[in-house]
């Protein structure tokens, strides 16, 4: 994986994406900012935002700063805030492995299905630690590998197809929390059959040992 390939992956994806994954990860969506708790006055930062399907979620009392690299994908989100809360949302082209924003800067941080889709996690989630105030929450949903024996399979014979699908559909769960230096908080299955995980962790700086322990028991 790298730009090229996702700026190519979602400029296909741009007109379909709402009617391809619109409804079948809402629920995931959905519990991601319910579980965010968030409150008047806080700023959040979304990576990934795509379409903009998460942004109607949000109260309006909360600031929402927007991020994706696929000028195609921010150009359909752009339409969709026309005229709804768009004094409170802003939608900027960034990559989310070089982010422009100042350190210590939202409260939370939001990453709906897109750290298996850049192609170098560890520095997003860097940046994430970056721009994120000193215990403040992060929240990351994706899919993870699966090892039940269909799944792993379908995931297997995916893998050589990842530059024009768009992600890596083998990531290893286990392996990204390492590299991602979070405190995990929670962890539940979320969508279709609980193939995608959501993950609350605390912006502490350090993986959780604890919880890597009860990951590999």
Same mark, same amino acid.
């Given at each position: 994986?790298?730009?090229?390939?996702?700026?190519?992956?979602?400029?296909?994806?741009?007109?379909?994406?709402?009617?391809?994954? =619109?409804?079948?990860?809402?629920?995931?969506?959905?519990?991601?900012?319910?579980?965010?708790?968030?409150?008047?006055?806080?700023?959040?930062?979304?990576?990934?935002?795509?379409?903009?399907?998460?942004? /109607?979620?949000?109260?309006?009392?909360?600031? %929402?700063?927007?991020?994706?690299?696929? /000028?195609?994908?921010? =150009?359909? #989100?752009?339409?969709?805030?026309?005229?709804?809360?768009?004094?409170?949302?802003?939608?900027?082209?960034?990559?989310?492995?070089?982010?422009?924003?100042?350190?210590?800067?939202?409260?939370?941080?939001? #990453?709906?299905?897109?750290?298996?889709?850049?192609? +170098?996690?560890?520095?997003?989630?860097?940046?994430?630690?970056?721009?994120?105030? /000193?215990?403040?929450?992060?929240?990351?949903?994706?899919?993870?590998?699966? +090892?039940?024996?269909?799944?792993?399979?379908?995931?297997?014979?995916? %893998? /050589?197809?990842?530059?024009?699908?768009?992600?890596?559909?083998?990531?290893?769960?286990?392996?990204?929390?390492?590299?991602? =230096?979070?405190?995990? %908080?929670?962890?539940?299955?979320?969508?279709?059959?609980?193939?995608?995980?959501?993950?609350?962790?605390?912006?502490?700086?350090?993986?959780?040992?604890?919880?890597?322990?009860?990951?590999? #028991?």
């Amino acid at each position: 994986m790298n730009d090229a390939a996702v700026l190519k992956a979602y400029k296909r994806y741009a007109r379909k994406y709402d009617l391809l994954f =619109g409804k079948v990860f809402e629920h995931g969506r959905r519990l991601l900012i319910d579980k965010m708790d968030c409150r008047g006055g806080e700023n959040i930062l979304e990576v990934g935002v795509g379409t903009g399907l998460s942004l /109607p979620i949000y109260p309006d009392s909360v600031s %929402v700063a927007g991020i994706d690299l696929s /000028p195609h994908m921010l =150009g359909v #989100a752009r339409r969709r805030l026309n005229g709804s809360s768009g004094h409170r949302r802003a939608l900027l082209r960034m990559d989310a492995q070089r982010m422009s924003f100042a350190d210590n800067c939202f409260d939370k941080v939001a #990453a709906m299905y897109i750290v298996s889709v850049v192609p +170098q996690p560890s520095k997003m989630m860097s940046e994430i630690r970056r721009v994120c105030r /000193p215990g403040g929450d992060i929240f990351i949903l994706n899919h993870f590998s699966n +090892q039940n024996f269909i799944p792993r399979v379908v995931e297997t014979a995916m %893998v /050589p197809f990842e530059k024009f699908i768009g992600f890596k559909p083998r990531f290893a769960l286990d392996s990204f929390l390492e590299e991602a =230096g979070l405190e995990v %908080v929670e962890t539940c299955p979320v969508n279709l059959f609980g193939f995608w995980t959501l993950i609350h962790a605390k912006n502490t700086g350090c993986a959780s040992r604890e919880f890597r322990q009860r990951l590999s #028991a």
